[in-house]
C-alpha cells in the first residue's frame, strides 16, 4: 500500500513539474538588480526641476542581505549637480527588524561610500542590493609598515 503510495506522489509531482512553466522565466528581476543604466528607476523624470531640493521623486523595497535582519527602501529625490543644475539622487535607507536592545533610543547610523567611478554599476544603491559593495579601510586602522 505504502509502495503505491510513494509511487503515485513520485508520478504527479513528476507530471505537475512537467506541465508547470518556470517561475523565475516569468518573474521581472528582483528591485534593484539591474544595472542603473537601464533600470527605469534611476531616469529623473522629465519635469525633474520643478521638484524642491530634496524632494523625493520615487520609491521602492529592495531586498539587502547584510547578514543581519533589515528592511530596505531605495529612495530617488531631486538635488543639484556641481553647476547647480537638477539632477537626480538615489540612497538606500536600511531599518534594523531586530528590536534594539541597547541603552536609550536605537542609535541612527549614516554611512557615505565613496564613489570613485563615472560606471553606474559603482553607485552604493547598486551595489549594496547586489553584493558588491566595497567599504574603504578607515586610515586610522592602516597597519603601520
Known sequence: MITRFVAAAVFAAAALSASTPAVAEDLPPAAGSVR???DPFYSPPPDLASYRDGQLVDHREVDV???IPVR???LSFRTNDSRDHPELGVTTVLVPTAPWTGSGRRPVVSEQLPEDSTGTRCAPSYTL???TAQSAEPLTHRPSR
Open 72 to 74: 530596505a527602501w531605495q
Open 65 to 67: 542581505d547584510l547578514g
Open 36 to 38: 542603473p543604466d537601464i
Open 129 to 131: 542590493v547586489n553584493h
